[in-house]
């Protein structure tokens, strides 16, 4: 008897050791709270503002002003010495816009594997030409067709004169059909070719000014 109630105490005693260290232990380390879940629609943030977020312009110093370029001030016609050319307007026209703007494209291109300064590239306004037909009986005149041509200009500067016939040989050999190819000095007729005429803001400024 006395044996059995020895082991029974020495366990009890046992048991009363293990919890005590559990319980320690749970005092030492910090509870876990699992986060409340809430509803989707709800937001947290309603009572703070969300103006702003995202922007970071304001960090920066702040940069002066830049001047804005005058876009149709005409850029200086360069003159021709003894072994180049000055400005040069390679003009390609024709009816078909793909074949011209290909076209053009390949002359800017060749001028870049040639080592040719191009100094701008550009389209002018698109001309419209009315075919008028007239009746076998009668006087009056009807539209057959409508033909619009298409233009582009690469403008050159500075062409060296002896690499000029090599350069036009090689234009007119890739030159498709239906395409006419000219080359001229940049004038200034040709600068103000490129916009449109409107002679109605014209007349309109010029009743202000008087």
């Known amino acids: 008897m006395n044996t059995v109630f020895r082991k029974l105490q020495v366990s009890v005693t046992q048991q009363a050791f293990v919890l005590n260290q559990a319980l320690t232990s749970c005092r030492a380390t910090p509870s876990i709270q699992h986060p409340v879940w809430t509803a989707v629609n709800e937001r947290q943030y309603k009572t703070m503002p969300t103006h ?103 403008q050159l500067s500075s062409l060296n004169a002896t690499a000029c016939p090599v350069f036009i040989d090689v234009l007119l050999k890739n030159q498709p059909e239906g395409v006419q190819l000219s080359v001229q000095e940049h004038t200034e007729a040709d600068f103000h070719a490129r916009f449109k005429g409107r002679p109605e803001l014209e007349g309109l400024m010029a009743q202000m000014g008087n």
């Open 52 to 154: 702003g977020i995202g922007r970071w312009r304001h960090l920066l110093p702040r940069e002066a002003p830049k001047k804005k370029k005058d876009r149709h001030q005409m850029k200086e016609i360069l003159a021709e010495t003894d072994t180049a050319y000055g400005t040069l307007n390679v003009k390609v026209s024709g009816y078909d816009m793909t074949l011209v703007e290909h076209y053009s494209q390949y002359i800017h291109n060749l001028c870049n594997r040639l080592g040719i300064k191009v100094a701008e590239s550009y389209a002018l306004p698109t001309k419209t030409t009315e075919v008028m037909l007239m009746q076998e009986q009668g006087t009056k005149m009807f539209v057959d067709a409508v033909l619009k041509t298409h233009s582009r200009v690469v």
